[in-house]
């Protein structure tokens, strides 16, 4: 089909989603403010200052799913074309309305992070059995990689990556909505050049859905998408961009997405990395996002919006420009890529942020080596309890085993039930253990200052006594850690003290 056969069938689509997207967020904008479905700025990051309401991501919802289906109403080749592929658009309502279902949620009731990760797998797996996976990989200069079974963790990873990219820009008026439609331009565009006819039908329709919403979204904002619109336009974008790249042969034609989303997934791995390298979980909230950081150098929210917008474009221009260049000219663009990126980190201050994540990275990884070290002498000692049948070996090995994993106290009192028990079993449990380590006689600790734990000991079914263990609360100091080998002590005991009936004292 001729793009100048289609270019009215585009336009209908977007203008139809654009009015009802236009029509439709006044009236949720309205009644969000009669159900007090509101945001509040309740929390340090956010940057309004009076409740703002949500769920304007209905709007855009319906904008987009009406406007496709008013195809089926009108005859011609657009309408030909969606009934030969029924299927992708059915695959595309499905799976993206489990996305938008827990966006609306979120937005009223408030979604975990374990709910929403869980929704986003279980939309990502539905839609790759249903036909968007990525099977195949063309690199510039390599040629085409078969990926096997990796294309299903590729493209699970495809689909909440990008889902979750949108969502992370939703932090400043008019920015992810802004963002969302210059990517999705971006993808129009790239489908006329390479007659996808039904990939431009959906990208036309989101872009319509997403420019109606914005008019009422840009700063300042008199309601916000909510994650039902965020999350639903990253599904949609990560869906149509798969669907254009799988009938392609243009080598970057994946590449071509993941520039024109350019902000939203840096701004994601800038994220994850930042949490992550910080030991906190990557979907924890902060006010260190490019918008954040934007904010921090004196720009208005308008001013924010305008930038990323300028650099939506570039990107989008980019991107477009790629599909029609050689592998040498592609080099260059990705090299000036790269070194734009690295200077734009550099200017918000992202690569101190780096160089303290890569440090802390670092120190994790010590610290890592150092556990693995001690959980191996540890267990060495831990054998030699178990096996030993002497008492004062017995005795030695406790405090050896303390005094390798730095603890301060130990003490091994038994009840009064352990006569009778010792009487009845055969077994004499008169270990007679009460340890200080060197630093805590020579310092004088203060006494609240010495984390202890007392863990029961356990014999035939039978409590017998008490194991308590005690260490420095200093900051580095992992109560965790200092559990997990109090544990392994207390089951080494039982089993030295169950198996290796001596009659003697110990």
């Known amino acids: ?186 993808i129009f565009i790239l489908s006329l050049f390479l007659h996808h006819t039904l990939t431009a039908c959906f990208a036309a329709a989101l872009a319509g859905g997403i420019f109606g919403f914005a008019l009422y979204n840009f700063a300042p904002a008199s309601i916000f998408m909510g994650d039902s619109g965020s999350l639903f336009i990253g599904f949609v974008i990560a869906a149509i961009s798969l669907h254009g790249s799988q009938k392609s042969s243009t080598a970057v034609v994946l590449l071509i997405p993941i520039v024109a989303l350019g902000v939203p997934i840096a701004d994601t791995l800038l994220a994850i990395i930042r949490r992550v390298g910080k030991g906190r979980s990557p979907f924890t909230a902060d006010k260190e996002h490019i918008h954040h950081k934007l904010l921090g150098m004196g720009f208005s929210s308008r001013q924010v919006a305008f930038i990323l917008y300028g650099v939506c474009c570039l990107l989008g221009i980019t991107a477009l420009l790629m599909t029609a260049v050689n592998n040498q000219v592609l080099t260059l663009i990705l090299l000036i890529l790269s070194v734009m990126t690295i200077g734009g980190m550099k200017m918000l201050g992202y690569t101190t942020n780096m160089m303290e994540v890569s440090t802390l990275a670092k120190k994790r990884i010590q610290e890592k080596k150092e556990f693995l070290r001690k959980q191996k002498s540890a267990q060495e000692i831990l054998e030699e309890i178990q096996t030993t049948t002497d008492g004062v070996m017995l005795k030695k090995l406790l405090i050896r085993y303390l005094e390798s994993l730095e603890f301060d106290t130990g003490k091994i009192a038994f009840s009064s039930i352990r006569k009778t028990f010792e009487k009845a079993r055969g077994v004499n449990f008169s270990v007679r253990l009460s340890w200080l380590s060197p630093r805590c006689e020579e310092q004088n600790l203060p006494h609240n200052q010495i984390w202890k734990i007392q863990i029961p000991l356990v014999c035939h079914n039978q409590s017998i006594g008490e194991l308590e263990i005690g260490k420095y609360l200093a900051p580095e100091v992992s109560s965790l850690e200092t559990l997990f080998f109090a544990e392994h002590l207390k089951y080494a005991i039982e089993y030295a003290l169950t198996h290796h009936q001596k009659h003697s004292a110990y």
């Open 1 to 186: 089909m001729a793009i100048s056969n289609l270019i009215q069938d585009y336009i209908f689509i977007s203008l139809f989603a654009f009015f009802i997207s236009v029509i439709l967020t006044p009236i949720i904008r309205n009644r969000c403010q009669q159900r007090n479905v509101l945001d509040f700025p309740t929390l340090a990051r956010k940057i309004h200052t009076h409740p703002i309401p949500r769920l304007g991501g209905i709007a855009i919802y319906f904008g987009f799913f009406l406007s496709l289906l008013s195809i089926f109403l009108a005859d011609g080749p657009v309408h030909s074309l969606f009934i030969a592929h029924l299927d992708i658009l059915l695959s595309l309502l499905v799976t993206s309305s489990l996305i938008f279902v827990i966006g609306i949620y979120d937005d009223i009731h408030g979604a975990t992070v374990f709910q929403k990760l869980s929704v986003q797998t279980l939309a990502a797996i539905l839609i790759y059995f249903l036909g968007f996976k990525i099977n195949i990989i063309a690199i510039p200069f390599v040629g085409q990689v078969n990926l096997g079974i990796w294309g299903f963790p590729l493209t699970i990873l495809w689909f909440v990556g990008v889902t979750n990219a949108i969502n992370f820009t939703d932090g400043v008026d008019g920015v992810a909505s802004g963002v969302g439609f210059f990517s999705v331009s971006t």
